[in-house]
């Protein structure tokens, strides 16, 4: 049942039930308490009469009975006095209704020795009649008085005002029933119809829904409330997306370090078996152009010999490093200076291209626990990269503390690197650089020196236009673990 009806029928109809018996009962006592006035005005007058009259009927009786019955229209709404003797037969009257009772109701009551009144309709009018013996001083009956009263007061009007009370408050009931329907269609049944309208809508996926905040204030704080859960379930989801974005990319970044480290000891194993040789052919090589019997062409060329034997050797260094198990030493660094000093290693490389470096730090400078000297390598490695890709004019580094974290960001407006290269970037030897001008590990060290200070590293599109690279570092060395 709606709860409309429900209102209805357990709190309105209850009510006005309550209210028309109080009022047919409080407009019944009314009726009955003039009726019974009226018949105790009609017998106190009947009963006065009947003394002064009972001396006019006698015999011997000096009194007129004609002044005798006038008296008694001095009395207020008497309409007829009549005096009957024991046969029923009219001796004098006076007004109407001397035709009321019949000869047999009189002798009744001569009869019976008593007063006798009763509601009596006579030639259109209601009357109200009594009839009361008339004794002599020794108590002989010599006839019956009849006292008439004419109902024209409000005791003739109690029925109509009863049938017109119902029908008044059955209108007033209707008309209040109709506004308390339109009241709670208006400001209860159509908020509740627009709060379960937005509620299906979100059943049905749209979280985007929020309920108008209008109406009564009950509504308004029932919205508000339904507003506020809804927001924060919003928040909650899109933190729980946010950290399953966040794992999805560690658990990435996470599989990337362990195959570099794979890589890496396969690697390490290769740079040392290979690394002696290589330490004969470049000893052999300087011997040979030591010798005065060769000529300029032979030695230049063994020249050329050893330059790509050294080229080889730093490659094989390189390889044992990212094999290698680091143990950082750590301190306190400041990330201004650590910007710095990167940024006057690769000043050689951006002055000659005109390339503009923008830094942007938080203030005041977020101080870390890391190798200063790992962590300048890995900034000049990454604006060295920036620097030296095509059609750049400008890199931008910036930072952001977030809790326990800081966040570093190098980019360029460069070409950029393609999507499909993304996932590769850090592999050992992947480069995008002409052959012989880039050994494909520079990022994988870079990825390693993050890996080791418990961070993580990614490659995205710049706003700028190129590359980017986002770098977590934990600040301090209890975030780190």
């Not at 009726?31 to 009947?46: A, F, G, M, P």
């Amino acid at each position: 049942m709606r709860l409309r009806n429900l209102m209805i029928l357990t709190v309105i109809v209850p009510l006005f039930v309550s209210l028309v018996v109080f009022s047919l009962v409080a407009i019944k006592s009314l009726e009955d308490n003039v009726r019974s006035k009226l018949q105790t005005e009609v017998e106190i007058i009947t009963r006065a009469l009947s003394t002064s009259l009972s001396y006019a009927v006698t015999p011997d009786s000096s009194t007129p009975l004609e002044e005798a019955l006038q008296s008694a229209f001095s009395f207020h709404r008497i309409y007829g006095a009549y005096v009957f003797d024991t046969d029923g037969r009219s001796i004098y009257g006076l007004g109407l209704g001397q035709d009321i009772f019949s000869r047999e109701e009189i002798q009744q009551v001569i009869e019976r020795d008593d007063l006798y009144s009763n509601y009596r309709q006579h030639d259109g009018w209601n009357y109200y009649s009594a009839l009361t013996p008339l004794r002599s001083q020794d108590g002989t009956v010599y006839g019956v008085l009849q006292v008439n009263r004419l109902n024209t007061g409000i005791e003739n009007y109690t029925g109509f005002i009863s049938l017109v009370a119902v029908l008044v408050f059955v209108v007033g009931a209707a008309g209040i029933v109709l506004s308390i329907w339109w009241g709670f269609r208006s400001y209860i049944e159509r908020p509740l119809n627009r709060l379960l309208h937005v509620m299906s809508l979100i059943e049905e996926g749209d979280r985007s829904q929020r309920a108008t905040e209008d109406g009564p204030a009950e509504y308004r704080h029932l919205a508000s409330g339904l507003n506020g859960m809804l927001d924060a379930m919003a928040e909650k989801d899109s933190d729980i997306e946010s950290r399953q974005r966040r794992e999805i990319e560690l658990e990435k970044r996470l599989r990337k370090s362990k195959k570099l480290a794979e890589l890496g000891v396969l690697a390490a194993g290769v740079a040392h078996e290979i690394g002696a040789p290589l330490t004969v052919i470049n000893g052999q090589a300087q011997r040979l152009a030591r010798r005065d019997v060769i000529g300029d062409d032979e030695r230049a060329r063994l020249g050329r010999i050893r330059s790509e034997v050294e080229r080889v050797v730093a490659i094989v260094r390189q390889l044992m490093e990212l094999g290698r198990q680091h143990n950082v030493e750590k301190g306190a660094v400041a990330l201004d200076q650590l910007i710095i000093s990167a940024r006057d290693l690769v000043e050689d490389t951006l002055e000659p291209r005109h390339i503009r470096l923008d830094i942007e730090l938080p203030s005041p400078t977020p101080n870390l626990v890391a190798n200063g000297q790992q962590l300048v390598q890995v900034l000049t490695n990454l604006l060295r990269n920036a620097a030296q890709a095509p059609d750049v004019n400008r890199i931008r580094v910036r930072a952001r503390k977030h809790e326990h974290e800081l966040l570093l960001w190098v980019e360029d407006d460069g070409p950029g690197i393609p999507s499909s290269h993304h996932h590769k970037v850090f592999d050992p030897f992947f480069t995008t650089k002409p052959v012989g001008q880039g050994s494909g590990l520079g990022l994988s060290m870079v990825h390693r020196i993050i890996n080791d200070h418990g961070g993580t590293i990614g490659v995205f599109d710049s706003a700028l236009g190129g590359a980017g690279f986002e770098i977590t570092l934990p600040i301090s060395e209890t975030a780190s673990a």
